[in-house]
């Protein structure tokens, strides 16, 4: 079983440092929450009232969206878009989505490939880019839960200063919703083209995500080029 466990620890480490950190941010936002709550002359409120509020949900979800959106876009970029010497992308004039024998789909499947890389048709097309899909489809699920829980703390607040409340979609196109989005997005795109650049001239020994430490700076990969 351990030798199995060490086959997946870079899942299991991500997921249980994930977990920790969620589990901080909750306690730290409650103890936020609350002392604003007796700032306020109001009650504070319990653990569980707080995870399930709309100040959690919507600080949660702003950040998850911005990191599928992160993971989304350099998805689809590095399928079409090259840079000379980071690992973070495919060689030059290696644009684009392969043949169907470089990606082992249809007849040049293999033995073991996945059951949709065998198939043709829709199966295939929506198999080659489930990735994207799901990635797509987290980033949008994301945004659309801190959209609805940003407008019930945006009307909370209004409530509290005697100020009208605002619709979802005047919400959405509110300049305190794309503050809040726009924040992250920009730490996000920033960290990922950072990434690309730095790759190109510095290394990490033993990481997949850094060439080994002797390739020349111009190349991509190991390959000649």
Do not use: C
């Not at 086959?7 to 002392?35: D, K, R, T, Y």
């Not at 293999?110 to 987290?138: C, E």
């Amino acid at each position: 079983m351990l030798a199995n466990l060490r086959q997946h620890l870079l899942s299991v480490f991500f997921g249980v440092i994930f977990l920790v950190a969620l589990a901080g941010q909750s306690i730290a936002g409650l103890a936020m929450f609350n002392e604003d709550q007796v700032a306020h002359g109001m009650k504070a409120v319990s653990y569980g009232s707080f995870v399930t509020s709309s100040d959690f949900v919507v600080d949660v979800a702003e950040n998850w969206q911005s990191e599928f959106l992160q993971f989304f876009l350099f998805i689809l970029a590095t399928v079409w878009l090259v840079q000379k010497g980071s690992p973070e992308s495919k060689k030059p004039g290696d644009e684009g989505i392969d043949s169907d024998e470089q990606q082992l789909v249809g007849q040049y499947a293999k033995s073991r490939s996945p059951r949709w890389a065998k198939a043709t048709g829709w199966r295939q097309t929506v198999y080659s880019n489930s990735l994207l899909i799901v990635m797509g489809t987290i980033f949008l699920f994301s945004w659309w839960t801190q959209s609805v829980a940003g407008v019930t703390v945006y009307n909370q607040d209004q409530a509290e200063h005697d100020q009208p409340s605002v619709t979802w979609l005047a919400y959405v196109a509110s300049p305190d919703f794309w503050n809040r989005t726009l924040q992250n997005w920009q730490s996000e795109f920033l960290a990922v083209g950072s990434m690309v650049a730095f790759s190109i001239f510095l290394r990490q020994r033993g990481s997949s995500e850094s060439k080994p430490v002797g390739t020349p700076h111009a190349e991509t990969s190991t390959e000649d080029e």
